[in-house]
């Protein structure tokens, strides 16, 4: 049910009432407790610290997944692995100013596997030239 300005959903209670609930009670979002972060978060944050051995365990978890991802999109396995290795670089990069709980860090090295994988090959079509001959 639907009501008025204030956009009332109603959802049922454990006691099978329906009750009335705001639009912000549906869409809570919160950075996660440091104890509650996942294990890729928890590495990263510890290779941040200066931990060396967080960075090799957080590299062996991701790299395999970057490469895989780069290998799919460019069908070239040197390119595969200089764009993997390219995203983990601006992973640890951005390990000390991390924003923990807005994006997970599997997620944003898939962006950035992503975005290697685009500015590699550029445009496809040569630009055409528009000036006066």
């Known amino acids: 049910m ?12 454990p ?9 912000q009670q549906l869409f809570r979002f919160s950075a996660p407790e440091p104890q509650r972060l996942d294990a890729d978060a928890q590495l990263l944050a ?7 051995v967080a960075a ?11 490469y895989g ?7 070239d396995a040197a390119e595969a692995q200089d764009v993997a290795q390219e995203a983990l670089l601006r ?10 709980g807005e994006a997970r860090v599997s997620s ?17 079509a040569p630009q055409a030239d528009h000036g006066s001959g």
């Open 69 to 75: 991802q780069a290998y799919r999109m460019l069908g």
């Open 108 to 124: 944003w090295l898939g962006w950035g596997v992503s975005r290697g994988c685009q500015s590699m090959h550029g445009p496809s």
């Open 56 to 66: 090799g365990a957080l590299t062996a978890r991701l790299a395999p997944r970057a």
């Open 15 to 23: 006691m099978g009432k329906s009750q009335p609930v705001k639009m």
């Open 2 to 13: 639907v009501q008025g300005p204030g956009i009332r959903y109603s959802r049922a209670s």
């Open 91 to 100: 992973l640890w990069r951005a390990a000390p100013t991390w924003r923990y």
């Open 46 to 52: 510890a290779f941040a610290r200066g931990d060396g």
